[in-house]
């Protein structure tokens, strides 16, 4: 007997039939004898649809400004999570099985207080772990919790599959199984690369790294999650047959297995390739260069929340003046070129400069710590390519390059195949 929690993804509820295919994978691992907690995602295009609707009201007031409030935000969106984790306990008491619905707040999840990008603080696992002894099956709503404030707080898009990591660890399960469109965490998104290959495993920090530089099969804080508290994690498919030979393996599950490096053995110099649309890249000319320059500038920035990635400094030439050019995401440009010019005098600079539409595509791999020369790779790729470079990044396991929104896809693949990453 094993004690698995199983989060299901958007697509895999998107409809009766696929909650009835869902039901068929939860049976599968009852009838097996393991506890089975499960997490379930919205209806895919429910929580889209929900968030248009907040954005959507101040509008259609003629409210002078476009802001809403955040608790609101999350009573409306967490919703979609409601109508899937009932839908489900539904099918599977249907079939026969014992099954019950939880939302965040009865577990309770608890969370802190950043409404709309909550993190979670506390699971209390007791109760969950008491049902599961006495055979009842928990169907969590995911991507929810309880704030500080008594009120619902949602995780952040991609959510559900923190609360399911979360929850596997508040429980002590055995594994995490994350089901998703996909039959695993491939090299590249296989949507643009259909040459990708699936990964049997991958190392906690290449998946953080996948994660935050835009794979979205996995939300960043889970794999954070699943790295401190040893969560065995698989991402796997929810479309095949549950029934189908090999499904139901305990030790060695079909898909992708997130785990320590140690746990593998042929480790390639470069393993994926990710790529986060919607950057925008924001330039200060002729800044003064003195110290607290830096802190002038990325200091009010902050307090906004808005979030800086890449920065470069260029090295002055006469020693006084200097430009500084650095990435937001493109939906946080037009805030940021706000705060920036309610500091100018503090700053001191010319003129703020903005353009939107870019991509950062990125190369992950922890080979790359002891094999020089993978940087240059990239570069003359993309540049036999004629794809133009505005920044870059490095760090020990991966190299980020910002580049023109329109060569994303022909760069992503480029990459790929440059490390002999394709298949055959
Ligand atoms: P869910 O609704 O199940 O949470 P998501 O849409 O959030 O699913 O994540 C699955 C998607 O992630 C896949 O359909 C795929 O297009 C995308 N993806 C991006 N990068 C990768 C990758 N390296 N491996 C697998 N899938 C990826
Ligand atoms: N439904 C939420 C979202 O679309 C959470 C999730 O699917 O993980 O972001
Ligand atoms: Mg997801």
New binding site residues.
Partial sequence: MARIVMKF??TSVADLDRIKNVARHVKREVDAGHEVAVVV??MSG???ELVGWVQNMPKVIGANSPFYDAREYDAIVAS??QVTSGLLAIALQSMGINARSWQGWQIPIRTDNAHGAARIMEIEGADIIKRMGEGQVAIVA??QGLGPDNRIATLG?????TSAVAIAAAVKADRCDIYTDVDGVYTTDPRIEPKARRLKKIAFEEMLEMASLGAKVL?VRSVELAMVHKVRTFVRSSFEDPDAPGMGDLLNPPGTLICDEDEIVEQEVVTGIAYAKDEAQISLRRLADRPGVSAAIFGPLAESHINVDMIVQNISEDGSKTDMTFTVPSGDVEKAIKVLSDNKDKIGYDVAQSESGLVKVSVIGIGMRSHAGVAATAFRALAEKGINIKAITTSEIKISILIDGPYAELAVRTLHSCYGLDKN
């Fill in positions: 993804g958007g995602s919205a429910k929580t889209n979609g999570e995911g991507f898009r991609g959510g559900s599959d939300q």
